[in-house]
């Protein structure tokens, strides 16, 4: 079955539990994506052909994607204010209750911080496909010189997929018992995986042979 093999379980050694999958040590979390050397002259990932159609597809309206979820999650931090002030929530309501206010307040922290992970894995997602690209411009350049500056780029955008990553990852392990929390960890964790491949394909290229 396709989804008893998506939701197979992937246990290598102590690490953070995420969505039935351990991830690595949480220290591993932090460490820089593009650290080891490159050996050769790697391709750029190039949209991600083997991981198969159901990941690529992941990626399809990813800037819409991102901005909903981010207004969901500022939404619901709205809502948290509202209810740790003790603000009515509309001009002809009275103040609510201890009751209502600590009943909202938890439900808007849960969504709130559920919509801040998925906005950050799909912010690592815009990252890492901007890596992509400078990475190939990178590989396709005529000389070391011009390569630089895309590698560069390369370089900086998979940092900052690292980070990105790094707070989705975070986030999402508060919903480690759920489906959500795994797949919002995986989604991080492929596109920080794949930023750094670019990063390390794009510096491969500014140490070619000359001609």
Known sequence: MADAEHRE?????????????????????????????????????????????????????ILWSLL???????AAGLAVVYAVMGW????????????????????????CLAAAA???????QVFELWSEQCAITAAQSRGRLVA???ASMSRAMAGLTASAAVMAEL???????????????????????NAAANAISARAATKRPKG
């Not at 009515?88 to 969504?111: K, Q």
């Not at 998925?118 to 690592?124: D, G, K, Q, T, V």
Request: a negative charge.
């Open 9 to 61: 379980q992937h246990n290598h050694g102590s690490g953070t539990f995420v969505g039935g999958d351990v991830h690595g040590g949480l220290w591993q979390v932090f460490l820089p994506p593009y650290g080891k050397k490159a050996s050769g002259n790697p391709e750029p990932t190039k949209r991600r052909p083997a991981q198969g159609d159901d990941d690529e597809d992941d990626y399809e309206d």
């Open 118 to 124: 998925a906005s950050f894995a799909r912010l690592a």
């Open 171 to 193: 986030l999402a392990s508060l919903y480690g018992w759920s489906s959500y929390g795994g797949e919002v960890s995986q989604r991080a964790h492929l596109a920080r995986r």
């Open 88 to 111: 009515p929530w509309t001009d002809h309501e009275p103040t609510p209750g201890i009751a209502s206010r600590i009943g909202v307040g938890l439900v808007a922290v849960y969504i």
């Open 68 to 74: 909903g979820a981010a207004w969901i999650s500022a």
């Open 148 to 150: 630089r500056p895309p």
